[in-house]
């Protein structure tokens, strides 16, 4: 077999689900060993727990912040993480429960293509949104540039591969379970199959170290996730710990002298 597709198909997907799972892991075992000593969520927040679940769950599915910002931007983001989902879901079904189309309806398995053209212009329009717009281009790191031409580039070549059947799904299917059970078979030798996997697979690997991890951090967003109970119930420090606490008159006791040789100023007599 030829080496670089022994690469691509038997050793860096196992690399790339891991690093992905890990690398998330170890990213939210770092959130939450982040000390929260005080209640701040942003007003008017919620007071019940209702209230704070309703509040995520609108800001979740609609992303409410983002409407009350920037309208435009509201649109591109919210059609492209739609879409981003609906990819997502349909990939897990065509792969693992092929038989779940028919249950159902195969008018949805031809919907998805039509969701993938809504990804493919909802990033192109975050892109040029980015290179036009001069305050935005200000703020834009070469990070913010690689992540969106990596995924346009990975929905180009799904949207184009699928669009012309130009692979097999069922042996892209079987090769996909075969890793599952990590006893790989080859991979479809298909060129734009191996593309688009390739990348997504790059993608899988940036992920944990980029921006893009962002919804497990905004789950852990304390601004949002806590309610707003200041004002009747003390907020107690969790990571307080216990430390000895003496009187001003036991201290000056216990460091008499030195306090006395130091004069007000605190220059030594
Ligand atoms: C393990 C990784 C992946 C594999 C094995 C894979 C495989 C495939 C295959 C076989 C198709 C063609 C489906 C068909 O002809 O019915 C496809 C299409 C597509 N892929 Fe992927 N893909 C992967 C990751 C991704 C990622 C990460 C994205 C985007 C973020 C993506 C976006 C798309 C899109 C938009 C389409 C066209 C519409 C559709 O059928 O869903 N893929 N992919």
Do not use: C
């Not at 910002?69 to 609906?86: D, M, S, T």
């Amino acid at each position: 077999m030829d080496p670089l597709i022994f690469i691509i198909g038997y050793i860096t997907p196992y690399i790339a689900f891991f690093t992905l799972i890990l690398g998330l892991m170890y990213r939210v075992v770092r959130w939450l060993s982040i000390p929260v000593p005080f209640r701040l969520p942003v007003a008017p927040a919620p007071i019940t727990y209702t209230g704070v679940l309703k509040g995520m769950s609108l800001d979740f599915f609609a992303f409410r912040s983002l409407l009350k910002g920037n309208k435009k931007l509201w649109i591109g983001g919210y059609v492209f993480h739609v879409a981003l989902a609906i990819t997502l879901i349909s990939h897990i079904i065509n792969v693992y429960f092929h038989e779940l189309w028919a249950v159902i309806g195969y008018g949805w398995y031809e919907a998805v293509l039509y969701s993938g053209i809504f990804f493919l212009a909802a990033l192109s329009f975050l892109l040029v949104r980015r290179i036009v717009l001069p305050n935005v281009r200000y703020i834009s790191k070469l990070s913010d540039y690689i992540i969106l031409i990596l995924l346009i580039t990975i929905v180009f070549l799904g949207v184009y591969m699928r669009s012309f059947g130009l692979v097999d799904v069922a042996s892209v299917s079987e090769y996909m379970h075969s890793l599952l059970m990590f006893n790989p078979i080859p991979p479809p030798g298909n060129i734009w199959f191996l593309t688009h996997y390739v990348l997504a697979q790059i993608l899988f690997i940036y992920i944990p170290f980029s921006k893009v991890s962002h919804l497990i951090g905004w789950i852990l967003a304390t601004t949002r996730n806590m309610r707003n109970i200041t004002r009747w119930r003390r907020h107690v420090n969790p990571w307080d710990y216990p430390v000895e606490v003496i009187t001003w008159d036991e201290y000056y006791q216990k460091f008499k002298d030195e306090l006395e040789a130091i004069g007000p100023g605190g220059e030594r007599r």
